[in-house]
């Protein structure tokens, strides 16, 4: 498609030369990307705060993170993109510890050798299976992102079973472990994004920022020039040449990036194709004193009846760092997943059986443990079954763009990705230099 010649276009002085809307990360990402070659934006995003799904409330001094955000230091964008250590991340413990037939278990630490895996007495299976286990994680850990994305693609689920591990170690860690990580308890993603998930894991540790995950787009923002941003505008149409906001009048641009998440994309952007999503649901508890002495995250493994669990994963954020929870209390955030409708109490009336399964997984009485909060997002994560396409074109045509993680993969490392693809476009159709090198392929 040839090059749209910009210079037709008729624009009031103080037009942007880009609107992008929807400031998540995309945006956030794709308006970093843009300033920074001297090209002027307006960041629209109808809410009141930034950071579409990624964001942190505080409830009677608790921190809470909303939706299923695990950061993972080996996320090439993520180091590209965020001075990670002003964002201050703190690292979950090595590996995870698994819950599993009555029993917890420490699994999955990379950093261990092969020979100490197998010297682990977690229950996956002999110690040859274990320490087959750490080689492949090795092995995974060290192959190139290239080599995984040109691999044969079907379901994780079928590709778990390829790996020539023992099903004691497939069902006692990497279907709890990659459950989790995906947000998809079936395990219907496809085969390769869940190795390039499963490689990051291996490469790198999960983390959080010490203030909360909405530390993220708000380091992001306080990279743009001052202004760039505008909350409580929506935008109701748009085109190649502007957008037409509810309340604010018509904005006319150059470029016009639509950074807003799939649903809402599909809505502006009628016929742009829209995924199906995995539903996440997470329960915040607060304790007198925490059930674990340290940040790690636990599994549930069992599968009664061959079902995905009620309880994904837990983790006790007050252990990662003090602020999130006042002093002398612990707080804790539940993960369940795949739960698309409720009885009539809504999610909150599912709490009852969630507190009953904690005790359980952390093996300790949770009677005492006040419920502070429930957070339902039925479109958390766009689904990303194979054949899956990790790069989806951000050009719709020359002046209309889209960003999201529904372009790329449902991380945090795809939201990026997109954001910087979507303003490389921006900038390659207004004959600057966009910087064409892409970060290293990762989930």
């Not at 880009?18 to 956030?28: E, F, N, T």
């Not at 005790?359 to 079954?385: C, I, K, N």
């Amino acid at each position: 498609m040839p090059t749209y010649d910009f210079t037709r276009r008729a624009r009031r002085p103080s037009d942007p030369d880009v609107v992008v809307v929807g400031a998540g990360l995309a945006g956030l990402a794709a308006a970093r990307a843009l300033t920074g070659h001297g090209v002027t934006v307006q960041v629209l995003e109808t809410t009141d705060r930034i950071g579409g799904r990624m964001a942190t409330r505080s409830v009677d001094g608790f921190r809470l993170d909303d939706g299923s955000h695990l950061l993972n230091t080996a996320f090439p964008e993520l180091r590209r993109t965020l001075d990670l250590d002003r964002l201050d991340l703190r690292p979950l413990a090595p590996g995870v510890l698994v819950h599993s037939g009555g029993r917890r278990y420490r699994a999955g630490d990379p950093q261990l050798t092969a020979a100490r895996q197998a010297a682990l007495r977690a229950p996956l299976g002999s110690p040859l299976d274990k320490a087959r286990l750490g080689s492949w994680l090795g092995r995974i850990a060290t192959t190139p992102a290239g080599r995984l994305q040109a691999r044969p693609e079907t379901t994780a689920a079928r590709a778990l079973t390829g790996h020539g591990l023992a099903q004691r170690s497939i069902d006692g860690f990497l279907r709890p472990l990659l459950s989790a990580l995906l947000g998809d308890p079936t395990l219907g993603t496809s085969s390769r994004v869940a190795d390039l998930v499963l490689r990051s894991y291996a490469r790198g540790r999960l983390c959080l920022p010490a203030d909360g995950i909405a530390a993220v787009p708000a380091q992001l923002a306080a990279t743009l020039p001052a202004g760039t941003v505008r909350t409580g505008v929506q935008v109701t149409s748009i085109g190649a040449d502007g957008v037409e906001t509810l309340t604010h009048g018509r904005i006319g641009a150059q470029a016009v990036v639509v950074a807003t998440d799939a649903r809402s994309a599909a809505e502006l952007l009628p016929g742009l194709r829209l995924p199906a999503f995995h539903p996440v649901t997470t329960f915040f508890h607060a304790a007198d004193r925490a059930p674990l002495n340290e940040a790690v995250l636990l599994l549930d493994a069992d599968r009664p009846n061959g079902h995905p669990p009620l309880v994904s994963h837990s983790l006790v954020l007050s252990e990662l760092h003090p602020s999130y929870a006042p002093a002398g209390q612990a707080l804790v955030a539940t993960t369940v997943l795949g739960r698309r409708s409720f009885d009539a109490g809504g999610p909150a009336g599912l709490e009852p059986a969630v507190r009953a399964r904690l005790a359980e997984l952390y093996g300790t009485s949770t009677a005492d443990w006040q419920f502070l909060s429930v957070r339902h997002v039925p479109d958390a994560l766009p689904a990303m079954p194979p054949p899956h396409n990790p790069r989806r074109p951000v050009r719709v045509l020359a002046g209309l763009y889209v960003a999201g993680d529904h372009r790329d993969t449902s991380t945090v490392q795809g939201a990026l990705v997109s954001g910087r693809r979507a303003a490389q476009a921006v900038l390659g159709d207004l004959g600057l230099p966009a910087g064409s090198r892409e970060a290293e392929a990762a989930a």
